[in-house]
């Protein structure tokens, strides 16, 4: 069981439990947790999680650099609510002018459970956190990241690779991975191939 007890083929805090070889099963975690946050059902819109909270040290001034960019997106966010209070403030006031998509997540376990097996994509904007970065890998929520071990950049030539990966910490690199990885997320085949490899590389 890959991560310690973080297995979406065993978790009991989900609504449907899924595998490398069920991925198909994952969307229905996503719409269970829309429509309870009360948002229609799109199975097919982008969710994007930050699944470390925020912090200035976690990347928040890249995030405030990022943010007009990223709502410019189809996306719904889940926000996990920890950090400082300062982006505290921030999210709290974007969830209600976008409550439409932008949603914060209460900071417990069965909560983080069920918005790994939601999220497709998890976006880190600094070093990151390898526990949150494990358990995004092990539920198939594909990280846009700066370079770190257990990553590798997809290469949609040779079909590898398990995450969209920037170089430098700045609003366009950081940007551009997640145009890269919103404008894969239209292929299902190729974005099912992704989360597999994300799945198999902690197991």
């Known amino acids: 069981m890959p991560t310690g007890s973080y297995s979406p083929a065993f978790d009991a805090h989900i609504t449907r439990k899924y595998s490398v070889g069920s991925l198909e099963h994952k969307i229905q975690n996503k719409t269970a947790l829309q429509e309870e946050i009360g ?12 699944p470390a909270g925020m912090t200035d040290a976690l990347g928040g001034p890249l995030f405030k650099e990022i943010l007009a ?71 198939g929520a594909v990280p846009l990241s700066l370079p770190q ?3 590798e950049n997809y290469d949609p030539v040779q079909e590898t690779g398990n995450s969209f990966l920037y170089d430098k910490p700045t609003v366009w690199h950081a940007f551009s991975a997640l145009v890269r990885a919103m404008e894969t997320y239209k292929f299902p085949f190729d974005w099912r191939t992704i989360q597999r490899h994300a799945m198999e590389s902690v197991r």
């Open 39 to 50: 948002w229609p059902a799109e199975p097919k819109r982008p969710l994007v999680c930050l």
């Open 69 to 139: 960019g990223l709502l410019t997106q189809p996306v719904e966010l889940l926000v996990l609510g920890k950090g400082s209070t300062g982006y505290g403030t921030l999210f709290t006031q974007l969830a209600t002018q976008e409550p439409h998509r932008v949603h914060i997540v209460q900071n417990e376990e069965h909560a983080t459970r069920r918005m790994y097996a939601a999220a497709d994509m998890a976006l880190f904007l600094s070093d990151v956190p390898i526990k949150e970065l494990t358990h995004c890998l092990a539920y």
């Open 149 to 151: 071990a257990l990553l």
